[in-house]
């Protein structure tokens, strides 16, 4: 990177150790590419202020910037980004802060504070003609080749330190890294915590879990902890529920992980995802038990509707966009249509329903569905494409407000104002029921036809 070779020419002579430390080193190794550069800058006889006057004066006339107070984070202005150089910092017991820096700290001991040993690797920059030297005290480069994920010391110690610790081993359980006995039972004590962490870093972290390749293997390790229902409460509604139904062989929620496997299987987006894990979340409070001729059968009439208030709900508390709320609760309260959408008529309404959230329910249609006892993956594809195909005519959210005709259109007609509404209304409904072409003409003959109400008043 040419802003690195820069920095290390400037800093030629003047005694500073400048190393990459962290995901940048660890994806290095496995052959991922990471743009997310830490950096780390030492210097085995200066202090915190010495340090930073210095880096000022070789940097010049790049603007440095001094970002926090006992643990400090240098921003510089350097071949037109920003880079943030982290100076060696350990926990400082009894400080508001909790951590303080000190530039004469060793590299191992830097290291040792942070959370994962694939995490604990450094890769000395600026080294003369030599090769790059890599750091490794901890043992991360083996455990990355044995598909394994420890703490970098103490487990507890770690996640004592910061809770939200646990939600990056899950997303590291979902990029293939197997968290160990230590840190699994560390993170079985330090679920409970996960409630004090702010609900804006429980919110980035749980995005990024299901961007990763296989999020329902870090769902599952957060299912094992017992950390899923403190992030999500409504998931102890379903945890282990049994559904009673021929169709299920799981619990309600290894459903729910059952069909997110199934998503990330077809690569689907971390929006569908996310609707997979909340989709059915709503059948612990609507389940009802009746008997039948092999024992008791459950129903979970309007679990769907339960299911998006209480994915409102739970996304509210984690302070998700407002977007991110309204999609997510919309794909829980379809997810049911698309198996309902019979006729050419229902498949054109689910269509308009959907909007641009058309593609996304499909994909859950179908992970739901591939995760129901004996369903055919022939017959899930044909009914996708027979809704498509349906619907092929419709623009995306097709609403009366798309309708051919305006309403200034319809008073030219002979409308009344009051009628205007109504009237726009049942010609939407004649369009979705596929009866009628949304073209202008088609339209003013279908108003003019025999059987289109005379009174505009029975439309309302």
């Given at each position: 990177m040419a802003a690195l070779d820069g920095l290390c020419q400037a800093l030629d002579g003047s005694g500073c150790e400048l190393y990459l430390v962290g995901g940048a080193v660890r994806d290095w190794l496995r052959g991922v590419p990471n743009t997310d550069l830490d950096l780390l800058v030492r210097h085995p006889d200066l202090n915190s202020d010495a340090l930073e006057d210095l880096l000022r004066r070789q940097l010049a006339p790049a603007p440095v910037l001094g970002v926090g107070e006992s643990f400090r984070v240098l921003k510089v202005k350097w071949a037109g980004e920003w880079l943030d150089l982290a100076l060696p910092s350990q926990p400082a017991p009894g400080t508001a802060q909790g951590w303080r820096s000190d530039p004469r700290l060793s590299l191992a001991a830097d290291l040792g504070r942070r959370d994962f040993t694939v995490n604990a690797l450094a890769l000395r920059l600026c080294p003369g003609h030599e090769e790059p030297e890599l750091s490794d005290p901890f043992g991360g480069r083996a455990d990355l080749a044995a598909g394994q994920l420890r703490a970098t010391g103490s487990a507890a110690e770690r996640l004592h330190e910061d809770p939200l610790r646990l939600l990056r081993a899950a997303r590291f359980a979902a990029q293939g890294l197997a968290p160990d006995a230590e840190l699994t039972a560390a993170a079985q004590a330090a679920a409970p915590r996960l409630a004090q962490v702010a609900p804006e870093r429980l919110w980035h972290e749980w995005q990024r879990l299901f961007a990763a390749p296989r999020s329902s293997a870090g769902l599952r390790w957060l299912a094992r902890?017992?950390?899923?229902?403190?992030?999500?409460?409504?998931?102890?509604?379903?945890?282990?529920?049994?559904?009673?139904?021929?169709?299920?062989?799981?619990?309600?929620?290894?459903?729910?992980?059952?069909?997110?496997?199934?998503?990330?299987?077809?690569?689907?987006?971390?929006?569908?995802?996310?609707?997979?894990?909340?989709?059915?979340?709503?059948?612990?409070?609507?389940?009802?038990?009746?008997?039948?001729?092999?024992?008791?059968?459950?129903?979970?009439?309007?679990?769907?509707?339960?299911?998006?208030?209480?994915?409102?709900?739970?996304?509210?508390?984690?302070?998700?966009?407002?977007?991110?709320?309204?999609?997510?609760?919309?794909?829980?309260?379809?997810?049911?249509?698309?198996?309902?959408?019979?006729?050419?008529?229902?498949?054109?309404?689910?269509?308009?329903?959907?909007?641009?959230?058309?593609?996304?329910?499909?994909?859950?249609?179908?992970?739901?569905?591939?995760?129901?006892?004996?369903?055919?993956?022939?017959?899930?594809?044909?009914?996708?494409?027979?809704?498509?195909?349906?619907?092929?005519?419709?623009?995306?959210?097709?609403?009366?407000?798309?309708?051919?005709?305006?309403?200034?259109?319809?008073?030219?007609?002979?409308?009344?104002?009051?009628?205007?509404?109504?009237?726009?209304?049942?010609?939407?409904?004649?369009?979705?029921?596929?009866?009628?072409?949304?073209?202008?003409?088609?339209?003013?003959?279908?108003?003019?036809?025999?059987?289109?109400?005379?009174?505009?008043?029975?439309?309302?």
């Open positions: 902890v017992g950390a899923l229902a403190v992030i999500v409460p409504a998931w102890a509604e379903v945890e282990g529920l049994e559904q009673h139904n021929p169709h299920h062989r799981e619990t309600v929620s290894d459903h729910l992980l059952s069909v997110v496997a199934e998503l990330d299987r077809m690569g689907a987006a971390p929006l569908t995802r996310q609707a997979g894990f909340f989709h059915d979340i709503g059948k612990g409070r609507t389940r009802t038990l009746e008997p039948g001729p092999q024992g008791l059968c459950g129903h979970f009439y309007g679990h769907e509707k339960v299911g998006a208030e209480l994915t409102r709900q739970s996304l509210r508390q984690l302070r998700a966009s407002g977007q991110d709320i309204r999609d997510l609760s919309r794909l829980v309260e379809l997810h049911m249509r698309p198996g309902q959408a019979g006729t050419r008529a229902a498949a054109r309404r689910l269509v308009a329903a959907a909007g641009e959230l058309l593609e996304p329910l499909l994909d859950l249609y179908a992970a739901d569905r591939l995760a129901h006892v004996g369903e055919d993956p022939a017959q899930i594809a044909a009914r996708q494409t027979f809704i498509r195909a349906a619907a092929a005519d419709l623009p995306r959210a097709f609403s009366e407000h798309s309708l051919a005709l305006s309403g200034h259109d319809l008073l030219a007609l002979g409308l009344k104002q009051g009628e205007i509404g109504a009237v726009k209304r049942w010609l939407t409904e004649q369009v979705l029921a596929g009866t009628t072409p949304n073209e202008r003409d088609a339209l003013v003959q279908r108003l003019q036809a025999k059987d289109a109400p005379a009174d505009r008043q029975s439309l309302k």
